[in-house]
Structure formats: C-alpha cells, structure tokens
C-alpha cells in the first residue's frame, strides 16, 4: 500500500540556518531517499518552497497562502510503499526533520485508476 509522508517543519528555523546547515539536512534527505531506493519503497518524493509561494485556489478564487495560524508549514513530501501501516511509520522515524519537526503518515487510498 502506498503512504504519504507529510514533512511538517518550523520554517523560521530553516530560514535562519546557514548554507552548509542546510547543506547538511539535504545530505541527510539524499542518503534517506538512497535508503528508501535500496529497499524498493520510494515512490517519490519532493521538496516544497516556503509556505510564502503558496496560492489557495477556493470557489474558482486564487488567493495568497498559507492560511494555516502554525508555526509549522508543510516542507515537502515522499510517497512510499509500505507493506503495512507499522512498516510506514517506521520509515517515519527515520525521515529527517528540523528540531520540532514532525512527520505525518497517511495512507493513499487505491480506487484502481
């Protein structure tokens, strides 16, 4: 079954880190994504820029985003396969995150298309 993993961070905490900081945490986030590759279980995954650059689209209305009243903003995502809901919090775990960070699981439902 396939499992998003949510990567919710404090993105006040991105933005002041320094290059090799940040350097650092997408080191991590490569050799996660190796790990994830290796085991068969990537699916895919992303980065998103910050919440800033968001737009909510509502009623056919484009407004500027987040509306979210959160220190953490969604910063990116990995779609994996996981044989169960166990296997994919697990991975969870071993996700990289900012100090405070947290990753949500969810399952993606299969209506076979």
Same mark, same amino acid.
């Given at each position: ?33 190796? =790990? @994830?590759?290796? =085991?068969?279980?990537m699916v895919a995954?992303?980065? @998103? ?6 737009? %909510?689209?509502r009623d056919g209305?484009?407004? *500027? ?8 903003? @969604?910063?990116?995502?990995?779609? %994996? ?7 994919? %919090? ?15 699981v969810r399952p993606?439902? *299969?209506?076979?298309?």
């Amino acid at each position: 079954m396939k499992y998003v993993l949510l990567l919710h961070d404090v993105e006040a905490r991105w933005l002041v880190m320094s290059e090799a900081e940040q350097g650092e945490v997408f080191a991590r986030h490569m050799a996660y994504t190796d =790990a @994830l590759v290796k =085991a068969g279980a990537m699916v895919a995954g992303e980065p @998103l820029e910050p919440a800033a650059s968001a737009k %909510i689209v509502r009623d056919g209305k484009v407004q *500027d985003g987040p509306f979210a009243d959160s220190k953490e903003q @969604l910063g990116g995502f990995y779609v %994996i396969e996981a044989a169960s809901e166990a296997e994919a %919090i697990d991975w969870a775990k071993r996700c990289p995150s900012l100090p405070g960070g947290a990753v949500e699981v969810r399952p993606v439902p *299969d209506y076979g298309g």
